[in-house]
């Protein structure tokens, strides 16, 4: 009943509807974290780093020869991935994360794609690494970072769920809210005039074709509600550097928490 009362409304005053969803879209919320994630959170080496009008908070894990990045997606933070943090640890990593612009404990504002993946770029050439591991979102600022930056060369990618196109993304947003077309059609100008680039470039798709990644793995639940696992898989066929795993049981958050895909990250970034 809620969604069709936002689309009746939404059709009416197409206006403040599209400048509500945008900003939802450009305010991320900060979800509360688990003990256990705060935990590995408090034994890092934590630093404050100046970006744009943001705040961001890095941290550092290990004191390894091999070193890794940890790119988390949209409304995560750096705590999200703990459970593998202490299994890189233990197999002698250095790893690094950062909460994203107005995520996790960075300060907060209105931020972007296009935000977020510069700072990417800036934190694989600030911590010198040519490995990563994104989840989710991250794999889109990733990726479109990369694209932007052909020269920077990455030796090993695992990718934990990845999105496509960004007309996915609105979509998905529009019919999980009940907004109207037209306010959906407006949403996308305003967001295109924001950023001066046209929303049907925005493809992961496209990206990997032109990044320079040596060895890439995608591993996608079946199952999974948030990211549905046939837009990984096109990510993978216009990337033949990559390999592509089909798993079971862990949905879209818990992978970043089952042992055996943590494991096969591991074994692979290894």
């Known amino acids: 009943m809620k969604k069709k009362i936002v689309h009746f409304l939404s059709n009416l005053f197409p206006s403040i509807f599209t400048n509500l969803a945008f900003n939802q879209l450009t305010n991320p919320q900060v979800k509360k974290l688990r003990e256990n994630e705060l935990a590995i959170l408090n034994k890092a080496i934590q630093e404050d780093f100046q970006f744009k009008n943001f705040n961001i908070k890095t941290y ?4 390894g020869q091999d070193s890794v990045l940890l790119i988390h997606g949209w409304e995560g933070q750096a705590g999200n991935f703990s459970d593998l943090v202490e299994k890189l640890t233990q197999i002698n990593f250095t790893v690094y994360a950062f909460d994203g612009p107005s995520h996790g ?27 990563l591991i994104s989840h989710s979102f991250g794999g889109v600022a990733t990726t479109f970072a990369l694209y932007n930056n052909p ?13 496509d196109k960004f007309s ?3 979509d998905d947003v529009s019919e999980m809210v009940g907004i109207s077309n037209k306010v959906k059609v407006n949403l996308i100008k305003k967001l295109e005039t924001e950023s001066g680039i046209n929303a049907n470039t925005l493809n992961v798709s496209d990206f990997v ?10 591993l996608h639940d079946k199952n999974d509600k948030v990211i549905p696992i046939d837009r990984s ?13 089909e798993i079971e049981g862990t949905g879209h958050f818990r992978i970043l928490r089952t042992d055996n895909v943590l494991d096969k990250v591991i074994e692979f970034i290894s």
């Open 168 to 170: 996915e993304r609105i």
């Open 105 to 131: 404990y960075s300060s907060k504002g209105g931020t972007s794609l296009f935000e977020f993946s510069e700072l990417v770029e800036i934190m694989i050439s600030k911590f010198n690494v040519n490995k």
């Open 233 to 245: 898989l096109n990510v993978h066929n216009n990337w033949p550097q990559s390999k592509f795993e």
């Open 209 to 218: 074709k032109k990044i320079n990644v040596i060895d890439a793995l995608i």
């Open 60 to 63: 550092k894990w290990g004191t």
């Open 151 to 163: 020269n920077l060369k990455i030796e090993k990618y695992a990718l934990l769920t990845t999105p």
